[in-house]
Protein backbone atom coordinates (compact mmCIF):
# COMPACT_ATOMS: atom_id res chain seq x y z
CA UNK A 1 0.00 0.00 0.00
CA UNK A 2 2.85 2.33 0.37
CA UNK A 3 3.57 4.19 -2.98
CA UNK A 4 6.33 6.17 -4.48
CA UNK A 5 5.20 9.93 -4.71
CA UNK A 6 4.92 11.71 -2.02
CA UNK A 7 1.59 11.36 0.18
CA UNK A 8 -0.86 14.29 0.83
CA UNK A 9 -4.25 14.96 2.11
CA UNK A 10 -4.65 18.23 0.71
CA UNK A 11 -7.02 17.26 -2.21
CA UNK A 12 -9.48 14.81 -0.78
CA UNK A 13 -13.06 15.21 -1.74
CA UNK A 14 -15.14 16.01 1.15
CA UNK A 15 -18.53 13.88 1.60
CA UNK A 16 -21.41 13.47 3.77
CA UNK A 17 -20.85 10.05 3.48
CA UNK A 18 -24.03 8.51 5.44
CA UNK A 19 -26.63 11.39 3.52
CA UNK A 20 -25.35 10.01 0.27
CA UNK A 21 -25.87 6.23 0.91
CA UNK A 22 -28.76 6.69 2.49
CA UNK A 23 -30.74 8.26 -0.30
CA UNK A 24 -33.96 5.82 -1.47
CA UNK A 25 -32.08 5.43 -4.93
CA UNK A 26 -29.09 4.61 -3.10
CA UNK A 27 -30.62 1.91 -0.88
CA UNK A 28 -32.15 0.88 -4.61
CA UNK A 29 -29.74 0.60 -6.59
CA UNK A 30 -26.43 0.57 -4.14
CA UNK A 31 -23.80 -0.86 -7.34
CA UNK A 32 -24.40 3.10 -8.98
CA UNK A 33 -23.84 4.50 -5.71
CA UNK A 34 -20.55 2.85 -4.28
CA UNK A 35 -19.31 3.27 -8.49
CA UNK A 36 -19.80 7.41 -7.28
CA UNK A 37 -17.99 7.11 -4.54
CA UNK A 38 -15.14 5.25 -5.96
CA UNK A 39 -15.15 7.51 -8.83
CA UNK A 40 -14.80 10.53 -6.26
CA UNK A 41 -11.51 9.08 -4.93
CA UNK A 42 -10.27 5.61 -3.24
CA UNK A 43 -10.17 7.75 -0.02
CA UNK A 44 -12.60 10.33 0.62
CA UNK A 45 -13.32 13.01 3.62
CA UNK A 46 -16.25 12.35 5.87
CA UNK A 47 -16.95 15.03 9.08
CA UNK A 48 -19.21 12.09 11.34
CA UNK A 49 -20.19 13.83 14.63
CA UNK A 50 -17.30 16.05 15.70
CA UNK A 51 -14.47 14.41 13.87
CA UNK A 52 -13.23 13.70 10.67
CA UNK A 53 -12.61 10.10 9.49
CA UNK A 54 -11.34 8.63 5.76
CA UNK A 55 -13.77 6.26 3.95
CA UNK A 56 -11.95 3.97 1.97
CA UNK A 57 -13.64 2.59 -0.92
CA UNK A 58 -11.44 0.34 -2.92
CA UNK A 59 -11.47 -3.46 -2.65
CA UNK A 60 -7.70 -4.00 -2.63
CA UNK A 61 -7.47 -1.40 0.45
CA UNK A 62 -10.59 -2.42 2.18
CA UNK A 63 -8.48 -6.17 2.39
CA UNK A 64 -5.42 -4.98 3.08
CA UNK A 65 -6.26 -2.92 5.65
CA UNK A 66 -8.89 -5.49 7.57
CA UNK A 67 -5.50 -7.84 8.20
CA UNK A 68 -2.90 -4.36 8.73
CA UNK A 69 -1.56 -4.81 12.52
CA UNK A 70 -1.61 -1.09 11.87
CA UNK A 71 -5.03 -0.56 12.31
CA UNK A 72 -7.24 -0.81 15.47
CA UNK A 73 -10.91 -2.04 16.26
CA UNK A 74 -10.31 -0.07 20.12
CA UNK A 75 -9.58 3.60 20.00
CA UNK A 76 -7.71 3.07 23.41
CA UNK A 77 -5.01 1.31 21.64
CA UNK A 78 -4.03 4.46 19.97
CA UNK A 79 -4.68 6.85 23.02
CA UNK A 80 -2.31 4.68 25.10
CA UNK A 81 -4.89 4.43 27.86
CA UNK A 82 -3.97 0.77 28.33
CA UNK A 83 -7.22 -1.49 29.22
CA UNK A 84 -9.26 1.11 30.86
CA UNK A 85 -13.03 -0.27 30.45
CA UNK A 86 -14.17 2.14 27.65
CA UNK A 87 -17.36 4.63 28.07
CA UNK A 88 -17.45 7.85 29.97
CA UNK A 89 -18.51 8.18 33.43
CA UNK A 90 -22.20 9.03 32.48
CA UNK A 91 -22.92 6.31 29.81
CA UNK A 92 -25.35 3.63 31.17
CA UNK A 93 -24.07 0.16 32.45
CA UNK A 94 -25.79 -1.20 29.10
CA UNK A 95 -24.05 0.71 26.68
CA UNK A 96 -20.86 -0.14 28.50
CA UNK A 97 -21.52 -3.68 28.02
CA UNK A 98 -21.92 -3.22 24.30
CA UNK A 99 -19.24 -0.95 23.80
CA UNK A 100 -17.05 -3.31 25.78
CA UNK A 101 -17.74 -6.38 23.58
CA UNK A 102 -15.10 -8.69 21.37
CA UNK A 103 -15.85 -6.75 18.13
CA UNK A 104 -14.05 -3.72 19.96
CA UNK A 105 -10.68 -5.10 21.48
CA UNK A 106 -7.48 -5.90 19.92
CA UNK A 107 -5.20 -8.25 20.85
CA UNK A 108 -4.40 -9.81 23.30
CA UNK A 109 -7.89 -8.88 25.11
CA UNK A 110 -9.48 -9.95 21.44
CA UNK A 111 -7.33 -12.95 21.31
CA UNK A 112 -7.80 -14.08 24.64
CA UNK A 113 -11.66 -13.70 24.15
CA UNK A 114 -12.35 -15.23 21.03
CA UNK A 115 -10.43 -18.74 22.11
CA UNK A 116 -12.71 -19.16 25.33
CA UNK A 117 -15.53 -18.11 22.85
CA UNK A 118 -14.57 -20.30 20.22
CA UNK A 119 -14.37 -23.11 22.90
CA UNK A 120 -18.29 -23.19 22.79
CA UNK A 121 -19.18 -21.48 19.77
CA UNK A 122 -17.60 -24.81 17.64
CA UNK A 123 -18.31 -25.53 14.20
CA UNK A 124 -19.92 -28.99 14.99
CA UNK A 125 -21.99 -27.05 17.80
CA UNK A 126 -23.54 -24.66 14.59
CA UNK A 127 -23.72 -28.02 12.00
CA UNK A 128 -25.70 -30.34 14.62
CA UNK A 129 -28.07 -27.80 14.23
CA UNK A 130 -29.26 -28.20 10.52
CA UNK A 131 -31.94 -30.88 11.19
CA UNK A 132 -33.38 -28.37 13.48
CA UNK A 133 -32.91 -25.25 11.52
CA UNK A 134 -34.49 -27.24 8.39
CA UNK A 135 -37.94 -28.01 10.79
CA UNK A 136 -37.71 -24.74 11.79
CA UNK A 137 -38.12 -23.01 8.21
CA UNK A 138 -40.75 -25.73 7.40
CA UNK A 139 -43.06 -25.07 10.40
CA UNK A 140 -42.43 -20.93 9.25
CA UNK A 141 -43.93 -22.02 5.72
CA UNK A 142 -46.54 -24.10 6.67
CA UNK A 143 -47.82 -21.17 8.56
CA UNK A 144 -47.17 -18.82 5.58
CA UNK A 145 -48.86 -21.35 3.18
CA UNK A 146 -51.91 -20.66 4.84
CA UNK A 147 -51.74 -17.16 3.30
CA UNK A 148 -52.48 -15.52 -0.28
CA UNK A 149 -49.80 -13.12 0.62
CA UNK A 150 -46.76 -13.35 2.62
CA UNK A 151 -44.17 -11.06 4.00
CA UNK A 152 -40.48 -13.09 3.61
CA UNK A 153 -39.64 -10.77 6.40
CA UNK A 154 -42.57 -11.20 9.21
CA UNK A 155 -42.90 -14.85 8.07
CA UNK A 156 -40.00 -16.21 7.72
CA UNK A 157 -36.54 -14.00 8.16
CA UNK A 158 -37.18 -12.53 10.80
CA UNK A 159 -38.87 -15.49 13.03
CA UNK A 160 -36.53 -18.20 11.53
CA UNK A 161 -33.28 -16.93 13.75
CA UNK A 162 -35.00 -15.69 16.91
CA UNK A 163 -36.09 -19.30 17.12
CA UNK A 164 -32.75 -20.85 16.17
CA UNK A 165 -30.86 -18.43 18.84
CA UNK A 166 -33.16 -18.92 21.56
CA UNK A 167 -32.87 -22.81 21.47
CA UNK A 168 -29.43 -22.42 20.91
CA UNK A 169 -28.74 -20.69 24.04
CA UNK A 170 -30.84 -22.82 25.75
CA UNK A 171 -33.74 -20.40 26.62
CA UNK A 172 -36.52 -22.84 28.88
CA UNK A 173 -39.03 -23.82 27.04
CA UNK A 174 -41.82 -21.78 28.72
CA UNK A 175 -39.99 -18.49 28.46
CA UNK A 176 -38.96 -19.12 25.06
CA UNK A 177 -42.24 -17.06 24.21
CA UNK A 178 -41.23 -13.83 26.23
CA UNK A 179 -37.79 -14.00 25.23
CA UNK A 180 -38.68 -13.99 21.20
CA UNK A 181 -40.99 -11.25 21.83
CA UNK A 182 -38.56 -9.01 23.83
CA UNK A 183 -35.70 -9.83 21.57
CA UNK A 184 -38.04 -8.81 18.42
CA UNK A 185 -38.51 -5.45 20.36
CA UNK A 186 -34.27 -4.78 21.12
CA UNK A 187 -33.60 -5.59 17.56
CA UNK A 188 -35.85 -3.64 16.28
CA UNK A 189 -33.55 -1.64 12.79
CA UNK A 190 -35.08 1.67 14.06
CA UNK A 191 -33.56 1.04 17.55
CA UNK A 192 -30.08 2.21 15.84
CA UNK A 193 -31.21 5.55 15.90
CA UNK A 194 -30.90 7.89 19.04
CA UNK A 195 -34.89 8.39 19.46
CA UNK A 196 -35.38 4.35 18.77
CA UNK A 197 -32.48 3.61 21.27
CA UNK A 198 -34.04 5.67 24.12
CA UNK A 199 -37.44 4.21 23.58
CA UNK A 200 -36.00 0.79 23.22
CA UNK A 201 -33.65 1.19 26.84
CA UNK A 202 -36.51 -0.25 29.10
CA UNK A 203 -36.43 -3.55 26.57
CA UNK A 204 -32.40 -3.69 26.55
CA UNK A 205 -32.48 -3.45 31.18
CA UNK A 206 -35.14 -6.23 30.82
CA UNK A 207 -32.88 -8.54 28.16
CA UNK A 208 -30.18 -8.03 30.08
CA UNK A 209 -32.53 -9.24 33.67
CA UNK A 210 -33.03 -12.15 31.13
CA UNK A 211 -29.68 -13.18 30.46
CA UNK A 212 -28.35 -13.02 33.88
CA UNK A 213 -30.86 -14.78 35.06
CA UNK A 214 -30.05 -17.83 32.31
CA UNK A 215 -26.65 -17.44 33.16
CA UNK A 216 -26.87 -18.15 37.00
CA UNK A 217 -29.67 -20.84 35.71
CA UNK A 218 -27.06 -22.77 33.48
CA UNK A 219 -24.39 -22.50 36.16
CA UNK A 220 -26.76 -24.50 38.67
CA UNK A 221 -28.14 -26.77 35.80
CA UNK A 222 -25.96 -26.96 33.02
CA UNK A 223 -27.45 -28.39 29.92
CA UNK A 224 -26.24 -29.14 26.13
CA UNK A 225 -26.33 -25.46 24.77
CA UNK A 226 -24.16 -22.27 23.97
CA UNK A 227 -24.95 -20.49 27.28
CA UNK A 228 -23.74 -23.72 29.22
CA UNK A 229 -20.62 -24.35 26.55
CA UNK A 230 -19.72 -20.38 27.03
CA UNK A 231 -19.96 -20.62 30.91
CA UNK A 232 -17.58 -23.83 30.95
CA UNK A 233 -15.47 -22.42 28.36
CA UNK A 234 -11.72 -22.20 29.88
CA UNK A 235 -8.32 -21.65 28.84
CA UNK A 236 -5.23 -22.25 30.92
CA UNK A 237 -7.62 -21.70 34.26
CA UNK A 238 -9.08 -18.40 32.50
CA UNK A 239 -12.94 -18.61 31.85
CA UNK A 240 -15.09 -15.90 30.95
CA UNK A 241 -16.58 -13.38 33.16
CA UNK A 242 -20.18 -12.75 33.94
CA UNK A 243 -20.01 -8.97 32.17
CA UNK A 244 -18.01 -10.95 29.12
CA UNK A 245 -20.18 -13.54 28.99
CA UNK A 246 -23.45 -11.45 29.25
CA UNK A 247 -21.55 -8.60 26.24
CA UNK A 248 -20.51 -12.29 24.02
CA UNK A 249 -24.42 -13.15 23.95
CA UNK A 250 -25.29 -9.44 23.38
CA UNK A 251 -22.85 -9.25 20.16
CA UNK A 252 -24.24 -12.85 19.01
CA UNK A 253 -27.77 -11.60 18.87
CA UNK A 254 -26.79 -8.47 17.51
CA UNK A 255 -24.72 -9.18 14.94
CA UNK A 256 -25.69 -12.60 13.85
CA UNK A 257 -29.40 -12.05 13.89
CA UNK A 258 -29.65 -8.81 11.31
CA UNK A 259 -26.93 -10.65 9.12
CA UNK A 260 -29.42 -13.30 8.54
CA UNK A 261 -32.24 -11.72 8.34
CA UNK A 262 -30.94 -9.01 5.89
CA UNK A 263 -29.07 -12.16 3.95
CA UNK A 264 -32.52 -13.75 3.69
CA UNK A 265 -34.52 -11.15 2.59
CA UNK A 266 -32.11 -9.45 0.33
CA UNK A 267 -31.32 -12.28 -1.26
CA UNK A 268 -34.96 -13.72 -2.30
CA UNK A 269 -35.61 -10.13 -3.57
CA UNK A 270 -31.97 -10.30 -5.54
CA UNK A 271 -33.02 -14.02 -7.26
CA UNK A 272 -36.98 -12.71 -7.87
CA UNK A 273 -35.15 -9.50 -9.60
CA UNK A 274 -33.43 -11.85 -11.47
CA UNK A 275 -35.37 -14.80 -12.82
CA UNK A 276 -32.88 -16.26 -14.99
CA UNK A 277 -30.45 -16.98 -11.94
CA UNK A 278 -34.06 -17.84 -9.86
CA UNK A 279 -34.65 -20.70 -12.50
CA UNK A 280 -30.77 -21.73 -12.54
CA UNK A 281 -31.15 -22.24 -8.51
CA UNK A 282 -33.99 -24.10 -8.80
CA UNK A 283 -32.79 -26.23 -11.77
CA UNK A 284 -29.58 -26.59 -9.28
CA UNK A 285 -30.68 -26.70 -6.05
CA UNK A 286 -26.62 -27.78 -5.43
CA UNK A 287 -25.35 -24.36 -6.52
CA UNK A 288 -26.78 -22.97 -3.20
CA UNK A 289 -23.50 -22.59 -1.80
CA UNK A 290 -22.08 -19.81 -4.42
CA UNK A 291 -25.54 -18.52 -4.52
CA UNK A 292 -24.98 -17.56 -0.71
CA UNK A 293 -21.65 -15.94 -1.38
CA UNK A 294 -23.33 -13.83 -4.52
CA UNK A 295 -26.06 -12.67 -2.17
CA UNK A 296 -23.29 -11.46 0.41
CA UNK A 297 -21.67 -9.85 -2.13
CA UNK A 298 -23.91 -8.23 -4.65
CA UNK A 299 -26.51 -7.32 -1.70
CA UNK A 300 -24.55 -6.45 0.68
CA UNK A 301 -26.44 -7.19 3.93
CA UNK A 302 -23.51 -5.52 5.93
CA UNK A 303 -22.06 -2.18 4.40
CA UNK A 304 -19.45 -1.38 6.33
CA UNK A 305 -17.68 -2.30 9.70
CA UNK A 306 -17.21 -0.65 13.34
CA UNK A 307 -14.81 2.30 12.96
CA UNK A 308 -10.97 1.51 12.80
CA UNK A 309 -8.65 3.61 14.52
CA UNK A 310 -4.67 4.25 12.94
CA UNK A 311 -2.13 3.15 15.59
CA UNK A 312 1.03 4.45 13.57
CA UNK A 313 0.92 6.65 10.73
CA UNK A 314 0.45 4.96 6.70
CA UNK A 315 -0.34 5.81 3.36
CA UNK A 316 -3.53 4.50 1.53
CA UNK A 317 -3.31 5.25 -2.44
CA UNK A 318 -1.18 8.24 -2.00
CA UNK A 319 -2.88 9.71 0.75
CA UNK A 320 -1.20 10.04 4.15
CA UNK A 321 -3.22 9.11 6.98
CA UNK A 322 -1.83 10.63 10.64
CA UNK A 323 -1.54 8.53 13.61
CA UNK A 324 -4.78 8.43 15.40
CA UNK A 325 -7.22 9.04 12.76
CA UNK A 326 -10.79 7.06 12.47
CA UNK A 327 -11.10 5.44 8.96
CA UNK A 328 -14.87 3.95 7.63
CA UNK A 329 -14.34 0.98 6.03
CA UNK A 330 -16.71 -0.05 2.99
CA UNK A 331 -17.56 -3.42 3.22
CA UNK A 332 -20.02 -2.94 0.26
CA UNK A 333 -18.33 -0.26 -2.09
CA UNK A 334 -15.20 -3.62 -1.73
CA UNK A 335 -17.79 -5.75 -2.66
CA UNK A 336 -18.98 -4.28 -5.81
CA UNK A 337 -15.50 -3.14 -7.14
CA UNK A 338 -15.33 -3.85 -10.80
CA UNK A 339 -11.49 -3.83 -9.97
CA UNK A 340 -12.19 -6.88 -8.04
CA UNK A 341 -15.11 -8.61 -9.42
CA UNK A 342 -15.49 -8.56 -13.35
CA UNK A 343 -18.82 -7.62 -14.38
CA UNK A 344 -19.56 -6.80 -10.57
CA UNK A 345 -23.26 -4.86 -11.67
CA UNK A 346 -23.73 -8.71 -12.25
CA UNK A 347 -25.88 -11.09 -10.35
CA UNK A 348 -24.48 -14.16 -10.64
CA UNK A 349 -24.99 -17.32 -8.80
CA UNK A 350 -22.14 -19.53 -10.31
CA UNK A 351 -19.11 -17.07 -9.62
CA UNK A 352 -16.10 -18.09 -8.28
CA UNK A 353 -13.90 -17.70 -7.15
CA UNK A 354 -15.58 -15.00 -5.09
CA UNK A 355 -13.36 -13.08 -2.64
CA UNK A 356 -16.40 -10.83 -1.29
CA UNK A 357 -15.69 -9.21 2.22
CA UNK A 358 -19.47 -9.83 3.61
CA UNK A 359 -18.23 -11.40 6.99
CA UNK A 360 -15.36 -9.47 7.38
CA UNK A 361 -12.05 -10.83 7.13
CA UNK A 362 -9.10 -11.59 9.41
CA UNK A 363 -8.77 -11.89 12.77
CA UNK A 364 -12.26 -10.05 13.15
CA UNK A 365 -13.98 -12.16 10.88
CA UNK A 366 -17.81 -12.47 12.00
CA UNK A 367 -18.11 -15.68 14.40
CA UNK A 368 -21.25 -16.01 13.18
CA UNK A 369 -20.91 -16.41 10.02
CA UNK A 370 -21.38 -20.75 10.00
CA UNK A 371 -24.57 -19.75 11.43
CA UNK A 372 -25.67 -17.59 9.09
CA UNK A 373 -25.03 -19.50 6.58
CA UNK A 374 -26.48 -22.95 7.58
CA UNK A 375 -30.07 -20.70 7.87
CA UNK A 376 -29.86 -19.24 4.63
CA UNK A 377 -28.62 -22.77 3.25
CA UNK A 378 -32.31 -23.82 4.86
CA UNK A 379 -34.79 -21.33 3.96
CA UNK A 380 -34.14 -20.44 0.52
CA UNK A 381 -34.34 -23.50 -0.86
CA UNK A 382 -37.62 -24.34 1.13
CA UNK A 383 -38.90 -21.39 0.19
CA UNK A 384 -37.82 -21.52 -3.54
CA UNK A 385 -39.49 -25.72 -3.48
CA UNK A 386 -42.49 -24.88 -1.36
CA UNK A 387 -44.13 -21.72 -3.51
CA UNK A 388 -42.80 -23.09 -7.24
CA UNK A 389 -44.70 -19.97 -8.53
CA UNK A 390 -43.49 -16.94 -5.69
CA UNK A 391 -43.02 -13.33 -7.24
CA UNK A 392 -43.36 -10.22 -5.83
CA UNK A 393 -46.55 -8.80 -4.72
CA UNK A 394 -45.58 -4.77 -5.48
CA UNK A 395 -43.99 -3.37 -7.56
CA UNK A 396 -39.92 -3.37 -7.35
CA UNK A 397 -39.75 0.46 -6.69
CA UNK A 398 -41.99 0.36 -3.87
CA UNK A 399 -39.64 -2.03 -1.89
CA UNK A 400 -38.83 -0.23 1.34
CA UNK A 401 -34.95 -0.01 2.48
CA UNK A 402 -34.62 0.21 6.34
CA UNK A 403 -32.44 3.39 6.76
CA UNK A 404 -29.02 2.52 8.14
CA UNK A 405 -25.24 2.45 6.16
CA UNK A 406 -23.53 0.13 8.45
CA UNK A 407 -26.53 -2.60 6.91
CA UNK A 408 -28.49 -2.96 3.97
CA UNK A 409 -31.88 -4.88 4.57
CA UNK A 410 -35.85 -4.71 3.47
CA UNK A 411 -37.77 -3.75 5.83
CA UNK A 412 -40.71 -5.68 4.58
CA UNK A 413 -41.30 -7.75 1.38
CA UNK A 414 -44.58 -8.56 0.17
CA UNK A 415 -44.70 -11.78 -2.03
CA UNK A 416 -47.40 -13.78 -3.85
CA UNK A 417 -47.07 -17.87 -3.48
CA UNK A 418 -49.46 -18.76 -5.66
CA UNK A 419 -50.04 -17.81 -9.55
Sequence with gaps: MKTASAPSTTNLVRLDVQRELDRPESRADPYSAYARL???????????????????TR?????????????????????????APAGRWWMPAIMKLLINSMVMKD??????????????????????????????????????????VIDLVA?????????????????????????????????????????????????????NRFLRR????RRQQPGDDLVTALVQAEEDGDRLGEDELISMVFLLLFA????????????????????????????????????????????????????????EELDIADVRIPRGSTLTLLLASANLDDAAFPDAHRFDITRT???????????????????????????IPALLQRFPDLRLAIPPESVRWRSNMGLRGIESLPLRTSA
Design 256 to 311: GHETTVNLIGNGVLALLQHPDQLQLLRARPDLIDTAIDEMLRFTNPVGTVSPRFVR
Design 353 to 379: PNRHVGFGLGPHYCLGAPLARIEARAA
Design 59 to 83: HQDVVSLLRDPRIANDRRSVSGRGG
Design 155 to 207: DLALPLPLTVISEMLGVPEPQRVEFRALLARVLDPNSAKLSGFIRNYPHMLRL
Design 214 to 217: LVRL
Design 107 to 148: PPDHRRLRTLVQKAFTPARVDDLGDRVEQITADLLDAAATKP
Design 38 to 56: RRLGPVLRWRSGFSDTYVI
